[in-house]
């Protein structure tokens, strides 16, 4: 299994940035993909998530209606459309796949990480 995350870096308050998170090395029927975050001195947190079979998805109340994640099956790869960015999403940005199950933001649940994209939001 391999989670190759990408598209992190410096932007303006109110920007955009599209993070991808390429899975490969695995046959999954039923699996779900997770992006969670973590900045400085807090806990990682969940931010949104996919089940990859049905396209379910979940994004915590902070991103709603600003972060939008998106599934392409056949090149098995996840997308997190950031718009309107604030510097309170600076973290550095991680995908995870859960095997069986579908879209959770307990960071338990999840059974392969990828090395994180750094996103910083500032002037």
Excluded at 41 to 67: A, Q, Y
Excluded at 92 to 102: D, K, N, R, S
Aim: net charge negative; proline share 2%.
């Amino acid at each position: 299994f391999q989670l190759q995350a990408s598209g992190g870096g410096l932007v303006q308050p109110g920007g955009s940035l599209r993070l991808s998170c390429a899975a490969s090395g695995f046959t999954l029927n039923y699996y779900a993909i997770g992006w969670f975050r973590q900045a400085p001195g807090k806990e990682r947190e969940g931010v949104s998530c996919i089940n990859m079979s049905d396209g379910g998805t979940g994004s915590t109340d902070s991103v709603e209606g600003r972060f939008t994640i998106s599934r392409d099956n056949v090149e098995n790869t996840v997308y997190l459309q950031m718009n309107s960015l604030k510097p309170e999403d600076t973290a550095v940005y991680h995908c995870a796949l859960a095997v069986g199950l579908g879209c959770t933001f307990s960071t338990s649940d999840y059974d392969y990480w990828g090395q994180g994209t750094q996103v910083t939001v500032s002037s």
